[in-house]
């Protein structure tokens, strides 16, 4: 099993910045992938950005580009996003995911924090 704690999130104006912070425990030797998810109210949770745990290698979905940056400290176990230039299609719920296999799409990622909310006023 591995546990996922999300922190950092909060309200922001429009072109503001927030950094997420996901702190991984448990069985963290089996993790292969980490990502972030989101959700926004009345639709589907769809995928952020991603960062392979071993070669750092790292996926973003085309709207959050050139803007959010995820990275990770092995060390601390802690995954982060950090979002710049953030805009008011950015509000929702965040969640931190961890895959202990290759695939690929939500379906692969077998545990998940609890959530932290972003609101980005306009």
């Known amino acids: 099993q591995v546990q996922l704690v999300e922190s950092g999130g909060g309200l922001v104006q429009a072109g503001g910045s927030l950094r997420l912070s996901c702190a991984a425990s448990?069985?963290?030797?089996?993790?292969?992938?980490m990502g972030w998810f989101r959700q926004a109210p009345g639709k589907e949770r769809q995928f952020v950005a991603s960062i392979t745990w071993r070669d750092g290698l790292t996926s973003y979905t085309d709207s959050v580009k050139g803007r959010f940056t995820i990275s990770r400290d092995n060390a601390k176990n802690s995954v982060y996003l950090q979002m710049n230039s953030l805009k008011p299609e950015d509000t929702a719920v965040y969640y931190c995911?961890?895959?202990?296999?290759?695939?690929?799409?939500?379906?692969?990622?077998?545990?998940w924090g609890q959530g932290t909310q972003v609101t980005v006023s306009s």
């Open positions: 995911a961890a895959a202990d296999n290759w695939r690929v799409g939500i379906a692969a990622y077998k545990y």
């Open positions: 448990g069985r963290t030797s089996s993790v292969y992938r």
